[in-house]
T-cell receptor, first 114, second 116 residues
Framework: ETGVTQSPTHLIKTRGQQVTLRCSSQSGHNTVSWYQQALGQGPQFIFQ???????GRGNFPPRFSGLQFPNYSSELNVNALELDDSALYLCASSPAGFLNYGYTFGSGTRLTVV | AQKVTQAQTEISVVEKEDVTLDCVYETRDTTYYLFWYKQPPSGELVFLIRRNSFDEQNEISGRYSWNFQKSTSSFNFTITASQVVDSAVYFCALSEAKAAGNKLTFGGGTRVLVKP
């Protein structure tokens, strides 16, 4: 079975621009979560999607938004990029019945805002 | 609010030495889950273990072992006879046990460097 794949792997954007990051969940997983990991820190929860709807959100402004598609893949959109948005963005998927499994993480997208 | 603290930012050992990583957590929930993840230089978080708050039985899996003590809110992790391939950042994480919308709260991570 394939794991979680994220694209692109690296991205450089200019302050004020918009960016879209993509994630394909592991086969059989219908829940996708996004995390932001600044350099030298632990990942911070952005939001979670379940059956195409937002299902929990962390302390991130509305310019961070997302989508989940019928095939359970997901997008993270960030508008009006700021320098502090530079980070590794991790996508994680899990099957229904989270309580029995840990999340499976992708390798992340490294976003640099200049 | 949930909080996870990993007081050790970096540990350096020589191959074959044992390494113990400390994790202390805070939560008001009576039911919760604790995790350890490994993050190699490639970036992905690799799941190592999950424990629920009612399972204080400690476990050994190969060279890895875990010590969960609810009374002190600690969930420590030990690598026995470390190897160079164990070099990575290790994260302790805490999750609620809700039916949906669960999020992982991570500690700041401990970088382990195993020298040959």
């Amino acid at each position: 079975e394939t794991g979680v794949t994220q694209s692109p792997t690296h991205l450089i954007k200019t302050r004020g621009q918009q960016v879209t990051l993509r994630c394909s969940s592991q086969s059989g997983h219908n829940t996708v979560s996004w995390y932001q990991q600044a350099l030298g820190q632990g990942p911070q929860f952005i939001f979670q999607y379940y059956r195409e709807e937002e299902n929990g959100r962390g302390n991130f402004p509305p310019r961070f938004s997302g989508l989940q598609f019928p095939n359970y893949s997901s997008e993270l959109n960030v508008n009006a990029l700021e320098l502090d948005d530079s980070a590794l963005y991790l996508c994680a998927s899990s099957p229904a019945g989270f309580l029995n499994y840990g999340y499976t993480f992708g390798s992340g997208t490294r976003l640099t805002v200049v | 609010a949930q909080k996870v603290t990993q007081a050790q930012t970096e540990i350096s050992v020589v191959e074959k030495e044992d390494v113990t990583l400390d994790c202390v957590y805070e939560t008001r929930d009576t039911t919760y889950y604790l995790f350890w993840y490994k993050q190699p230089p490639s970036g992905e978080l690799v799941f190592l273990i999950r424990r629920n708050s009612f399972d204080e039985q400690n476990e050994i899996s190969g060279r890895y072992s875990w010590n969960f003590q609810k009374s002190t809110s600690s969930f420590n992790f030990t690598i026995t006879a470390s190897q160079v391939v164990d070099s990575a950042v290790y994260f302790c994480a805490l999750s609620e046990a809700k039916a949906a919308g669960n999020k992982l709260t991570f500690g700041g991570g401990t970088r382990v460097l195993v020298k040959p």
